[in-house]
């Protein structure tokens, strides 16, 4: 099946898709940023869940995703994510990270046989991954999946709330 690609310039919590995907990390007890902004929007039910997960399995390791209700957010569930924070150091381990947290969220909605998922602009913000390397290993690692498997995803949104992600999804979204 064709999944469509979609770039919006938006607050995440107010998307109409299937998933949310969240920028959480490794504790899953909420941070800032998008993270915030997911808990303050869908409610103390995420929190819930996520205090679950964590007695069960511990921290989330980078790269690896775990799904929540959506709370009261409009979406089914929201997925928790962790990006690897930029130090710089060893690139292909951090952009293979990042890549891991793309792919593992994608297989993670394939299971849980939905149809839109919503990613925000992972490990670009307090984590300092740097945004045109953090959108190019996004849009492969999305692109590299749905060739790989047969997703029932029809639409994936990459969701920037800052006007330098737009601009920079827009811009490779427009060179194809
Ligand atoms: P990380 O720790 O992974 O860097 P941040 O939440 O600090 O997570 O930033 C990740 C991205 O989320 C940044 O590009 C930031 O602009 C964006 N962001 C912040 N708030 C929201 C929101 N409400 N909706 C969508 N994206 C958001």
């Given at each position: 099946?064709?999944?469509?690609?979609?770039?919006?310039h938006n607050?995440?919590?107010?998307?109409?898709?299937?998933?949310?995907?969240?920028?959480?990390?490794?504790?899953?007890?909420?941070?800032?940023?998008?993270?915030?902004?997911?808990?303050?929007?869908?409610?103390?039910?995420?929190?819930?869940?996520?205090?679950?997960?964590?007695?069960?399995?511990?921290?989330?390791?980078?790269?690896?995703?775990?799904?929540?209700?959506?709370?009261?957010?409009?979406?089914?569930?929201?997925?928790?994510?962790?990006?690897?924070?930029?130090?710089?150091?060893?690139?292909?381990?951090?952009?293979?990270?990042?890549?891991?947290?793309?792919?593992?969220?994608?297989?993670l909605a394939?299971?849980?046989?939905?149809?839109?998922?919503?990613?925000?602009?992972?490990?670009?913000?307090?984590?300092?991954?740097?945004?045109?390397?953090?959108?190019?290993?996004?849009?492969?690692?999305?692109?590299?999946?749905?060739?790989?498997f047969s997703?029932?995803?029809?639409?994936?949104?990459?969701?920037?709330?800052?006007?330098?992600?737009?601009?920079?999804?827009?811009?490779?979204?427009?060179?194809?």
């Amino acid at each position: 099946m064709e999944t469509t690609l979609l770039v919006s310039h938006n607050d995440i919590t107010a998307e109409k898709v299937d998933i949310i995907v969240n920028a959480a990390n490794r504790t899953l007890l909420g941070g800032g940023g998008v993270d915030g902004a997911i808990h303050r929007v869908g409610g103390p039910d995420i929190l819930a869940a996520c205090k679950v997960i964590r007695q069960e399995r511990g921290d989330l390791p980078t790269g690896q995703a775990v799904a929540t209700t959506a709370g009261k957010l409009q979406a089914k569930y929201v997925i928790h994510t962790v990006g690897p924070i930029w130090t710089g150091k060893d690139i292909p381990a951090m952009k293979g990270l990042l890549a891991d947290c793309y792919r593992n969220s994608l297989s993670l909605a394939d299971n849980l046989r939905v149809e839109s998922i919503a990613f925000p602009n992972i490990s670009t913000g307090v984590y300092r991954f740097p945004k045109e390397l953090a959108a190019e290993v996004a849009i492969r690692a999305i692109k590299r999946y749905l060739n790989q498997f047969s997703s029932q995803i029809k639409e994936v949104r990459f969701v920037c709330f800052d006007a330098e992600n737009h601009e920079i999804y827009q811009k490779l979204f427009s060179q194809g």
